[in-house]
């Protein structure tokens, strides 16, 4: 009995497969769009990461009334800045957006230092402009350091050290290690994988129900000697396998891209090679195991595939959720955190993509509720195929 | 060999719909039973507690001795049913529609295939075996459906309402493939809404009307019990009134 019970699980498996294969435009688009978002999505990122970086170096700033400190705009030009003429507009310009920071100086600067006051300088920006910020910053430092190398001089011009005035010594040591650097790029590397894992079966899962139940072929596949649960775990296994594979080529778009693509140095020594994508796959296989259950209990649940897709949204909602939550919530992570599904695969992907490896017993407990899920979603839809109510509504 | 006892079934939330009520009778092998009824009078339940999908509130329905519900793996393997609902799947040829509903019931291999060669010989369907059903007329998609309902050669075949939609050339090759059956000594149960449908083929008639038997016999003994000149009046008079027939 149980080898027939096993034959007509792989029929139906088979069955699911030839015809998933089959399905050209769905198949294309999922397979195209996992393949392609990898590198898409990389290339953005990294250029836009290059171009804040590019303004950062190369400095622009714009000076009104060089002429009344010749020495400061020397000093700004042997950092290599280049210092052009502030236009006459440019608090208008700053608001639009136009340039990011100009220096003023005044013109009773010349006068005022000459008679042992405070030479005054002063900087317009707009700090609400995150493009703007790394500009300012730049030009706030150069000040204060000409500040600082001018202090100093008159210091030792009276023949005192400049430790007198500058007691204070501080040293950074910044820990984070050169992959944690890229901690934003990797989030969203994180992001994706987990993404996939989601939409890779989607499409396949709900046609395999809903869209079974609409083309009015349920009925009589449920006649046949085929039992719910084996029509169920053919199905699941179908849906698994598929996103497995897309989850699989999402991560390879990644790698190959990351690997060998001319991507725009940004000082982000990315770590995604075989080893990390090794930890991927593998802390995504509960996820790939679990959603491809969940995504069938919602198709089971609809008579149509328009309403499925409708009910799916919520699902998708709560995943791609998860992880935002994780990321702005900036505390150490609670112990509890690897029993809530996504959350806890979201965070060893994120331990991954460190450079680490993930605990054992860590990977063990992120397993457990997935699995629970996975079980109950598959009782779910097994025990809708045994009522007598899948059978109506058209 | 189809038996039925007092089998009952009500649907909605105080099962105040009365679907099937008290339907007592028996479809014995070699003979096609017409199970005739205007819409609504219960065929369709009637036909799904035999199949085993629906469970009877009352009673029982026998396959072959066996109980649709107690034991209704066994009755799946041994009945073959043309449901209402007969979709294919659009993706698949002919040929693979059938030899997936023919893994289900545990066939495999070359006496697989040449059951299927022998399907589609007799319907017609050779020409198409290797073609997507996608574009499939009607027509084409009942045979194929007939194929895959056949593929596991059972004794006891269900057809609900198997001549809907389809032209009077189809109709008349499903006429023929049914008497073929009936040769074979299989058991039939044909529903329908179409006297002259049930006229034509049926050797037995149970009339169902609001989920209960009103008459059954062979079309002469109809006519006699109602006195009616022809099998429609006959049908009629036992109704009672002409609802549900304009469909």
Known sequence: ?394 | MITLERLAKAFGKRREVHAVRDVTFDAPDGEITGLLGPNGAGKTTLLRMIATLVVPDAGCALVDGLDAVADRHAVRARIGVLSDARGLYSRLTARENVRYYGALHGLSGAPLEQRIDALFATLGLAPIAERRSAGFSQGERMKVAIARALVHDPDTILLDEPTNGLDIMSVRMLRGELRALRAQGKCLLFSSHVIQEVAALCDRIVVLSQGRVVAQGTACELIARAGTSGLEDAFVALLGSDEGLAA
């Open chain 1, 1 to 394: 009995m149980m080898t027939g019970a096993l034959a007509r699980t792989l029929a139906i498996l088979r069955k699911e497969l030839t015809d998933t294969r089959r399905d050209r435009r769905t198949g294309t688009v999922t397979l195209l769009s996992a393949v392609l978002a990898g590198p898409i999505f990389l290339l953005l990122i990294f250029n836009l990461i290059a171009s804040q970086a590019d303004r950062a170096r190369d400095i622009t700033l714009p000076v009104m009334g060089a002429e009344y400190a010749p020495a400061i705009v020397a000093f700004l030009q042997r950092q290599q800045v280049s210092v052009t003429k502030a236009p006459a507009d440019y608090d208008a310009q700053i608001r639009r957006g136009d340039l990011d920071v100009v220096l003023i100086i005044d013109a009773s600067f010349g006068k005022d230092v000459e008679q042992g006051k405070r030479g005054t300088v002063r900087l317009v920006f707009d700090r609400s402009r995150d493009r703007a910020r790394p500009a300012i910053d730049q030009a706030e430092s150069l000040l204060r350091g000409y500040n600082r190398l001018w202090g100093d001089q008159r210091l030792m011009l009276r023949g005192v050290t400049t430790s007198v005035a500058d007691p204070l010594l501080v040293e950074t040591a910044d820990l984070a290690t050169p992959q944690q650097s890229g901690a934003l790029v990797l989030f969203l590397v994180a992001y994706y994988g987990l993404f996939a894992s989601v939409m890779g079966g989607m499409a396949v899962a709900l046609d395999t129900t809903a869209g079974e139940r609409e083309r009015q072929s349920l009925e009589p596949l449920l006649m046949t000697p085929a039992r719910p649960a084996e029509i169920v775990i053919g199905k699941w296994l179908a849906v698994c396998a598929f996103d497995a594979l897309v989850v699989t080529l999402t991560l390879t778009g990644f790698y190959l891209t990351l690997a060998f693509a001319p991507l725009p140095s940004v000082g982000v020594p990315f770590l995604f090679g075989a080893r990390e994508f090794g930890r991927f796959l593998l802390v995504l296989v509960p996820m790939m195991l679990m959603l491809p259950a969940i995504l069938l209990y919602v198709g089971s649940r609809a008579r149509a595939y328009k309403e499925a897709q409708a009910n799916v949204s919520v699902l998708l909602f709560v995943v791609s959720l998860i992880p935002l939550v994780q990321l702005f919530m900036q505390r150490r992570e609670p112990g509890w955190l690897m029993l809530v599904p996504v959350s806890a695969q979201y965070s060893l992907l994120n331990t991954s993509l460190r450079g680490e490896a993930p605990a054992l017993a860590q990977l063990a407990l992120s397993c457990l509720a997935p699995a629970a899920l996975t079980v109950i979603a598959l009782v779910a839809v097994t025990r809708r195929l045994s009522r007598e109510s899948i059978l109506s509504g058209k």
